[in-house]
């Protein structure tokens, strides 16, 4: 079956331009993470959607970053105004359910670089 | 707050030998410990996992037990292949709203040799 899907795969922009990341998570899932990779960070948190809600936007870096989620399946990561810092790999991964031990599927990530 | 700590790398080791990959965590409560794991070029996938005290997750040959005692959830393989080689992430869950929140560690790369 079809797996977590995110696009685009890399994504080159200038520093001040504003960027959409796209995830679709596995059919039937209801919970839906972001994490963001990068050399100097490693794996970070980022907002978590259960459904078409954000309950823990906790990890969000600045108010430039904002994330949306639409019929309890795609959702959308926008970077406005970006930052050189804003440069790494943002994962998203998707479980059937939000439960301590279910195991969260990840997506390829996107490759975002701010030049 | 929660936290997780693994041994840096990278590890090069020769096929067959024996592979430990160190891991503790800091945490209020009672996580689910996993290890994930990131082949060159592909994405992260879970390798194994333990949801409680003494449980052993093994996958792949590989195995790690969950050690309350010693907050601990080390990755062992008794004979490591080529085909091993790859990033190996040590992370715990967090509940948080009613989700699960993975916190990482940094990662260890792996690379084995003929």
């Known amino acids: 079956g079809a797996g977590v899907s995110q696009s685009p795969s890399n994504k080159v922009t200038e520093k001040g331009k504003d960027v959409e990341l796209r995830c679709d998570p596995i059919s039937g899932h209801t919970a839906l993470y972001w994490y963001r990779q990068s050399l100097g960070q490693g794996l970070e948190f980022l907002i978590y959607f259960q459904g078409n809600s954000a309950p823990d936007k906790s990890g969000l870096p600045s108010d430039r970053f904002s994330a949306e989620r639409t019929g309890g399946s795609v959702s959308t990561l926008t970077i406005q105004r970006t930052q050189q810092e804003d440069s790494a790999v943002y994962l998203c991964?998707?479980?059937?359910?939000?439960?301590?031990?279910?195991?969260?599927?990840f997506g390829p990530g996107t490759r975002l670089t701010v030049l | 707050g929660n936290s997780v700590t693994q041994m840096e790398g990278p590890v090069t080791l020769s096929e067959e030998a024996f592979l430990t990959i160190n891991c503790t965590y800091t945490?209020?409560?009672?996580?689910?410990l996993f290890w994930y794991v990131q082949y060159p070029g592909e994405g992260l996938q879970l390798l194994l996992k333990?949801?409680?005290?003494?449980d052993k997750g093994s996958n792949k040959g590989f195995e790690a037990t969950y050690r309350k005692e010693t907050t601990s959830f080390h990755l062992e393989k008794g004979s490591v292949q080529v085909s091993d080689s790859a990033v190996y992430f040590c992370a715990q869950s967090g509940l948080t709203g009613g989700g699960n929140k993975l916190t990482f560690g940094t990662g260890t790369q792996l690379k084995v040799e003929l």
């Open positions: 333990a949801t409680k005290a003494d």
């Open positions: 991964a998707s479980s059937l359910e939000s439960r301590f031990d279910n195991e969260q599927f």
């Open positions: 945490a209020t409560g009672y996580p689910s």
